[in-house]
């Protein structure tokens, strides 16, 4: 089970950050990814970490904005993001796949390759 929430209503330019806490799995071992979907659009890929946490990718509209992170103790991912513009509103997805059923290069940004889902939460950025 995926549980994501932090999402709101802030100003652009301004910052949130985003948490996912996972249960029922082995987050260790889990390559973790972050997707949104504005209104009227397509789910798009936003960041990814692998389970090692070492390794991360973003989607070009968000990098050098937003930062993944997770932290195995807790069980949680985190997506920070800063400088929010008025075109990052959407529901935002937190999504799981364990590493050993995802080729990290190829796999990491297609929402297909992830099995497991959370419940989405919504960032509204007002200009």
């Known amino acids: 089970q995926l549980q994501a929430s932090g999402g709101g209503l802030v100003e652009a330019g301004g910052s949130l950050k985003l948490t996912c806490v996972i249960s029922g799995r082995t987050f260790s071992t889990e390559n973790m990814g972050w997707f949104r979907q504005a209104p009227g659009k397509e789910r798009e890929f936003v960041a990814a970490?692998?389970?090692?946490?070492?390794?991360?990718f973003y989607a070009d509209s968000v990098r050098g904005r937003f930062t993944i992170s997770k932290d195995n103790n807790k069980n949680t991912v985190f997506l920070r993001m800063d400088n929010l513009k008025p075109e990052d509103t959407a529901v935002y997805y937190c999504?799981?796949?364990?590493?050993?059923?995802?080729?990290?290069?190829?796999?990491?940004?297609?929402?297909?390759?992830?099995?497991?889902w959370g419940q989405g939460t919504l960032v509204t950025v007002s200009s």
């Open positions: 999504a799981t796949r364990a590493s050993y059923g995802m080729k990290w290069n190829a796999d990491r940004d297609l929402d297909v390759k992830y099995t497991d």
């Open positions: 970490i692998r389970w090692t946490g070492l390794e991360t």
